[in-house]
């Protein structure tokens, strides 16, 4: 998933509204995070190189220690105590715990195939992005939907009115992650687009996707408390 783990994040700013957004986006992301960290330790390589050949089903990444489940003890700990230090509360690291923990199991339905530990060791969910990247998309589009729609409406019961807006702009973030996701299931922008090959430093697959997060990030880091 993308903007799925963040649909997730704020369900939980939702529940600890005081300075705890950014913290939430991350906990929610935190194993993608990871992921680029150890591509670049050189311990997750991750294919095709250039993200104009890069589709769902065709990107390869052996995801050992950011999303195989046994690594996952580690990073739910370690959030959690991030949180319980960094806010001096106990429920608000175990909500950043329970984000990680909702990643990997999202992932179960809408992600890359992960395993117990290491490729020799059992496959665990659907494997949906090499499989069937189609049904990813859906499975995500469906819970952005539910999730999204059940945030504003609890908002609407706390008395929390959004400007229209503001709601199309946190909406917009979503909506752009699920047709970015559709656009390159089986299908690269080299292909849609007739993009000739060439070598440069901006076409580079895994700085491409850090700099997506981080402004995906961002984007709802000052959008989602602005709501007046």
């Known amino acids: 998933m993308l903007a799925g783990h963040y649909a997730t994040a704020l369900l939980a700013h939702q ?4 300075g705890t957004l950014l913290y939430f986006l991350i906990a929610s992301q935190l194993q993608d995070l990871l992921w680029f960290t150890f591509h670049y330790l050189g311990l997750e390589q991750t ?3 250039d993200v104009f050949d890069t589709t769902l089903n065709n990107l390869a990444v052996d995801m050992l220690y950011s999303h195989d489940l046994l690594p996952q003890i ?8 991030i949180g319980k230090f960094l806010f001096k509360n106990t429920k608000i690291g175990l909500t950043g715990a329970a984000l990680v923990i909702g990643h990997f199991v999202l992932d179960l339905f809408s992600g890359h195939p992960h395993h117990i530990f290491g490729a020799e060791s059992q496959s665990i969910g659907l494997g949906n992005y090499a499989t069937d990247a189609f049904m990813a998309v859906a499975i995500e589009a469906v819970f952005c939907v539910i999730t999204l729609w059940y945030f504003f409406s609890q908002e609407s019961k706390k008395g929390i009115q959004r400007t229209t807006k503001n709601k199309a702009s946190v909406v917009g973030l979503f ?3 699920i047709v970015f996701l559709l656009t390159i299931a089986t299908t690269s922008f080299r292909e849609w687009l007739k993009i000739p090959e060439f070598d440069t430093s901006f076409n580079s697959n ?4 850090i700099l997506t997060y981080i402004g ?13």
């Not at 895994?206 to 996707?209: G, K, Q, R």
């Not at 995906?216 to 007046?228: A, D």
Request: charged content about 10%.
């Open 15 to 18: 529940k600890f509204p005081k």
């Open 47 to 49: 294919g095709p190189t």
């Open 74 to 81: 580690i990073w739910v700990f370690i959030i959690f105590l």
């Open 175 to 177: 909506v752009f992650g």
């Open 206 to 209: 895994v700085p491409t996707l």
């Open 216 to 228: 995906m990030i961002s984007y709802l880091n000052y959008f989602v408390p602005k709501y007046t």
